[in-house]
């Protein structure tokens, strides 16, 4: 079986703590439980009702181990589903490995990472989607991952798949009665409004794969690299930013080496900034390692904040841009230092630069003077923009590669369903395909028959105790 | 005031877990509690009984933080004996700090560290000593550190020094009462009779004050030097107890040149080992600060191994040991390298040293080899033989230094009073040492008023949160 018996686990993180809380959940939750608490006052444990916290002592023969709050949940009232205990200890770890131990030699198995919630979704307190969501929403660091991950957790994820999979069946009931029919007649007002259908789903289906790309940095971080020659000043940007001296600073051309990240949320969206080596020739081999690393990094960001100077020249700018350019960059040009040009930006030089470059590229320019904390808002303003942009953040947001991966598959059945329905395929074919474009929406909240090992993929990656 | 107000913390470990527990206690808990907790299903806050957890949402305005389960303690049936919530929410520090927010935005103060358990002790729900031992049990390592802590927080402690408290007052009111008398008429039986009952006080006293010694080691781990010429296996020996690779281990001498420290539980008593570098004369300066350090540890420790080999002569080592000596040390002398010499220990070796030794220097010699697992058997039952020698364990045993101290100006009281008895003071002078001595026993548990300056230095050794 996936799961079962009895199984405890210490559900707060490690270490010393006013209070620690360890959870059992099981049929043997209760019964192994009373053989350790003995509660305070008339109360026997006859008496106990669920979801009513008691004190009392627990102790392991003769020997007290601690006094413990002990809150009982009756199954299917409880997080998994099972009968739940949940001892609250004084958070010392000597206490807590010794109430886990005896336990133990009762035979109560040590969870396994994500095995509470396994349980909640096999028992059916929540869907797969709703159990993911709880992964998010313990390790989210920002105000927008953790809307993402509550508004998943609370169903509203699978209720806009359902939506999308109520439609793919009936768009595949419809297809097989009608070109049923279309054998005997053909219909091409029937077969329009079937193709209309169909380019219906796949928008749907489109928006909801695109917004994997916001979904996944608001969850990850948005990578935002700091490029441009040595000494330019991308490593006092770093600092400005962080209002913190993270890197070191120094006139001397070559001083970052290493490459400095951190994170950094602005307005609530988590930002991934990594400074990088300065981009140049270098005899210094610990240098010249840092600058393939510079660009290695400028290829996995999404945003980069390229850092120039008033004596860089616009063919050296636009050949450099145009070799760390790709297509998912969204490229903000920084003229630095313009405290010691106080004419701020060029409008000529800005004018050229555009129509050098390679029209793919949209540029945004700012002065900074990472000397003036103020003027940095243009630029934190900046990077929000680059994010509103990567998708509409107010419908549903897909933020889990398993989903995207569904999503994508359930997007090519559909568009091989609209191929052979202008191929005049026969129904029984084109419902096969979208049959699968059902079953991969499905298998997001797990409808359908869920893999085992795709199970043990999701839950392993759980905090133990969760 | 000394604590006044509503406070809140988190009273779980830093960190991500699956739960989080945020507590609040004082007059405003429940009311701002409502503001932002709904219950699920039927339940209405007025039908919410205390010692009773409910689900529902935590809600900032109209965005859900969370899904948490609260607790609700009405005093003073709860730990501070105020009324006290406890918010068990998902373990994510984003949740968490966004939850404690809410409430500090509301004029909820922040706990200070020890400040819930301040408040109990304010609140009569227990005493001094008691309290102190909830810091202590959360601290606690090991098995006896453990019991030590559990004992004393169920009162047993409290318990013994109120009985000697009362021991006091009564010898107080007879001292007051018997000298009042021989003014008129000198009775030698009585005075003798007090002179017995106050040594008796004074053993007792005196058994307290010295269960310090173990008990102080009990709560910190019992420091345990090793010590040597270069190369004798010191690390070697360290590595086979811990039975891991600790300290790098070569044949050349000086290899250990910074002290390596590690805690090892044996038998539920915790030793702290200290593994030194070689104790010789060298021209490496850093080896030769390695060495003064080492020196500056055996001063600290309260077991010595010194380890010695076959090619060591009597004379080097009685000079090695009596420069190393001093009276808190329990010498433990170690033949390492058994296994190269298997005729074991020397005898008459064994014996010229001890002609030879510094008679003060209890000396247990032992032979080892540390490649020989089970050789290290001895030693461990050795060392357990030292920590018993400490102290008697059965009775109460002193782990704090305030109790110590309190204990030691009580013993001097007692003191003065067998010296003024002798020399026939008067009754009234030696009353006010009994005061004093009464003062010093109730100010461990804290049953006469007890300074705001203390109290702050003992609450503010605690975790935030407790």
């Avoid at 770093?238 to 490459?259: H, P, Q, W």
């Avoid at 450099?320 to 350019?325: G, N, Q």
Wanted: proline share 3%; net charge negative; aromatic share 6%.
């Amino acid at each position: 079986m996936l799961s079962e018996g009895t199984i405890i686990a210490l559900a707060t993180p490690q270490g010393s703590g006013a209070i620690g809380i360890i959870r059992l959940s099981g049929p043997q939750a209760f019964e192994k439980t009373k053989l350790f608490f003995k509660p305070k006052g008339a109360l026997a444990w006859d008496e106990i009702k669920p979801n009513q916290t008691l004190l009392g002592n627990f102790k392991m023969g003769a020997t007290l181990i601690d006094e413990v709050l002990v809150t009982p949940f009756k199954g299917p009232h409880s997080y998994t589903g099972e009968d739940v205990i949940e001892l609250s200890c004084h958070g010392s770890p000597y206490i807590l490995q010794k109430v886990i131990s005896c336990f133990l030699d009762e035979g109560i198995a040590p969870a396994k990472a994500g095995e509470f919630t396994l349980r909640a979704y096999l028992n059916k307190k929540m869907d797969l989607s709703q159990a993911e969501a709880v992964s998010d929403l313990i390790a989210s660091e920002s105000e927008e991952a953790h809307r993402i991950a509550i508004q998943q957790m609370r169903g509203g994820f699978s209720k806009g798949m359902e939506e999308l999979r109520q439609q793919l069946i009936q768009f595949k009931a419809l297809i097989e009665l009608e070109l049923d029919f279309s054998e005997e007649e053909v219909n091409f007002a029937d077969k329009s409004k079937l193709e209309s259908l169909l380019n219906q789903l796949e928008k749907e289906i489109h928006l909801l794969k695109d917004s994997f790309a916001y979904g996944n940095v608001i969850k990850k971080g948005v990578p935002v690299a700091i490029a441009g020659k040595p000494n330019v000043g991308k490593s006092s940007l770093l600092n400005a930013l962080f209002n913190e001296e993270k890197a070191i600073v120094s006139a001397i051309a070559g001083t970052t080496r290493d490459t400095i990240e951190d994170t950094l949320i602005i307005e609530g969206v988590q930002f991934r900034f990594i400074d990088t080596a300065g981009l140049r020739e270098t005899a210094d081999v610990i240098e010249s390692i840092g600058v393939a690393k510079a660009k290695e990094k400028v290829t996995q960001a999404r945003v980069l904040l390229y850092l120039y100077d008033k004596a860089t020249s616009v063919t050296e700018l636009v050949s450099e841009i145009d070799s760390l350019y790709h297509e998912n960059l969204n490229l903000i040009l920084i003229q630095n230092k313009t405290d010691l040009e106080p004419i701020g930006l060029d409008e000529t030089f800005k004018n050229e630069l555009i129509q050098k470059l390679n029209p793919k590229i949209k540029l945004v320019s700012l002065g900074i003077s990472t000397k003036v904390i103020d003027s940095l808002d243009p630029l934190k303003k900046q990077l929000l923009q680059t994010v509103q942009m990567l998708g509409n953040n107010d419908g549903l947001i897909v933020n889990n590669s398993r989903h995207f991966h569904a999503l994508k598959h359930a997007l090519q059945a559909v568009k091989n369903v609209k191929t052979g329905l202008q191929n005049n395929l026969p129904g029984d074919l084109l419902s096969i395909d979208l049959k699968e474009a059902i079953e991969h929406i499905g298998s997001i909240t797990g409808v359908i028959d869920t893999d085992h090992d795709v199970l043990g993929t999701i839950f392993s990656q759980f905090c133990i105790g969760k």
